[in-house]
């Protein structure tokens, strides 16, 4: 279809997001096909963890990225352009701790602050900062739902599609931070050199 | 055991010195022709100098106090100094006072996102010259000193900082509403700007025209999509590209999203982009209400170029 370069994240949203390069006309056969290799130039894709979108987009190495909302909040320094809600992917961004009483809200009342595990640290810290509670966040980087179960901390805030995987470790949503869905995000530059090419995008993907 | 250096900034080695040098010397080759005679500022200025410039982005990182008790900064940016010494030194010149520098400039960072905290400019400022003609003469000697450094397929994006404010105003957006839009704007997310829109509860036809102007971009074709309350901006980014060789027209990109983060612009504002760097090279636009604020009032236009972002495109447009 186009000349562009195209981050994909793999993992949760990658299946949703080979549709949208399916109507694009990209092919994405390739990649569907392929889970290990990374890079298919035939088809401007280049696959990556989720959360390296904004940094390879940012850095021009692709011109588009398609990434949830959830990374962008956490890496909301990073100068790409936000270009369109995509609709897949929701999943809500919750406070939880394990079933009973609030270990969370019965450590703010009686020690001031509350530990809080998570893998997005500044998003929690401003989400604490703006509800004016005090918090200690420790920053984890898989399974977050242990974390309160072995005691480390009195609650996490982590996304979430359906809510399956934390009642199955017995924790509950206490608080829903934000809705998070996929959006299209664009490198500054190219924006504005593959203005034509990008607003094609745009036009197809608003077009549903 | 190895003696490490603050993150953001690096030791210059002779290679990469000489290369530099060279291409500094190139712009300065350029500025002089022109007419612009170099300055030479302090790195550190008073904090109350460089804030009256309303630096928005680049707002300083670095301060110390001296032995008085000052605040002192490390310069964030050229232009306020560059300012300050029009309006002091040069109180009673006639003007239009044309100023060229390469000189380092400090800026806070991240750590771990390869941002720069020290980093060289190089620059003109041209002072009392209004638009579109002051505008039209920075173009071209930006245009030429990036030809001069060899840079092949650069562009500049231009735009116009009152632009968006003008249709607010059209529109009869209260100043106290704007707030919200303008952030979404400067943090470049469309799907916030739309949200913002929105709940403004404006007529559709208003609000569809609010969200698509700052993403129109392109040929001269995209003035011409500009409503009749934007025809002021649109003639006068008109006269500017008319007034361009045909050689810098040709580099021209309209962006009417532009938005730079400095708080200081108030009229044409232009982005440098080269395919061979993900990020500008450089920028600048029209700040006429920034000498005003120190005590001498006059129209003013200038751009600075990262020496060391213009270093890496060539290097990248050379592959």
């Known amino acids: ?208 | 055991m190895t003696e490490r250096i603050p993150s953001g900034t690096r030791d210059v080695l002779p290679d990469e010195m000489r290369e530099l040098h060279a291409l500094v010397e190139r712009l300065r080759g350029v500025f002089d022709a022109r007419g612009y005679g170099e300055v030479s500022t302090p790195t550190l200025e008073y904090e109350a100098t460089l804030t009256r410039g309303d630096l928005g982005g680049a707002t300083p990182a670095y301060r110390l106090f001296d032995e008085q008790g000052n605040v002192l900064v490390l310069r964030s940016d050229m232009t306020v100094p560059i300012a300050r010494v029009a309006a002091t030194r040069y109180a009673q010149a006639e003007p239009p006072l044309r100023f060229c520098y390469a000189a380092h400039t400090f800026r806070g960072v991240r750590i771990h996102q390869g941002q720069a905290r020290e980093f060289l400019q190089a620059g003109i400022e041209l002072l009392g010259a209004p638009a579109p003609a002051g505008t039209i003469e920075v173009l071209t000697v930006l245009c030429e000193a990036l030809d001069a450094s060899g840079l092949e397929t650069y562009r500049i994006g231009l735009g116009d900082a009152s632009a968006y404010p003008a249709l607010l105003d059209a529109l009869g957006v209260r100043p106290e509403r704007r707030d919200p839009l303008l952030h979404e704007l400067v943090t470049r997310d469309f799907v916030g700007l739309e949200r913002e829109i929105h709940a403004l509860g404006l007529p559709a036809a208003d609000a569809e025209l609010l969200l698509r102007m700052p993403q129109l971009r392109g040929g001269p074709e995209v003035l011409a999509e500009l409503p009749p309350v934007m025809a002021d901006a649109a003639a006068g980014l008109r006269l500017v590209l008319d007034g361009l060789p045909v050689s810098a027209r040709e580099r021209i990109i309209f962006d009417l999203g532009l938005a730079r983060s400095l708080g200081y612009y108030t009229g044409a504002v232009f982005d440098v982009y080269d395919p061979a760097l993900g990020v500008p090279i450089g920028g600048g636009g029209r700040y006429d209400e920034l000498l005003g604020r120190f005590g001498r009032p006059m129209p003013a236009v200038g751009f600075a170029l990262g020496v060391e972002r213009l270093h890496m495109a060539l290097a990248g447009e050379g592959q």
Request: with cysteine; glycine share 8%.
């Open chain 1, 1 to 208: 279809m186009t000349d562009l370069t195209i981050a994909v994240p793999r993992g949760a949203l990658l299946s949703g997001t080979l549709d949208v390069l399916d109507r694009l006309g990209v092919d994405t056969a390739e990649v569907r096909a392929n889970d290990r290799k990374l890079l298919f130039p035939d088809a401007g894709i280049v696959t990556m963890r989720p959360s390296d979108v904004p940094t390879y987009v940012e850095a021009g190495a692709a011109d588009l990225g398609i990434v949830g909302k959830d990374v962008l909040i956490e890496q909301d320094h990073r100068a790409v352009y936000e270009l369109l809600d995509l609709g897949f992917g929701r999943c809500s961004m919750v406070l939880a701790s394990v079933d009973g009483e609030d270990a969370a809200a019965e450590a703010l009342r009686r020690l001031g602050v509350m530990r809080v595990a998570t893998k997005y640290p500044r998003l929690a810290h401003r989400y604490f900062e703006r509800t004016g509670r005090q918090a200690e966040i420790v920053e984890v980087k898989g399974s977050v739902e242990l974390a309160p179960l072995t005691g480390m901390v009195d609650a996490i805030v982590d996304l979430t599609a359906t809510g399956t995987t934390l009642r199955e470790n017995g924790l509950v949503i206490r608080e829903e931070i934000v809705e998070c869905t996929a959006r299209l995000i664009a490198n500054p530059v190219a924006h504005k050199l593959k203005a034509t090419a990008i607003d094609a995008v745009l036009e197809t993907l608003r077009a549903g």
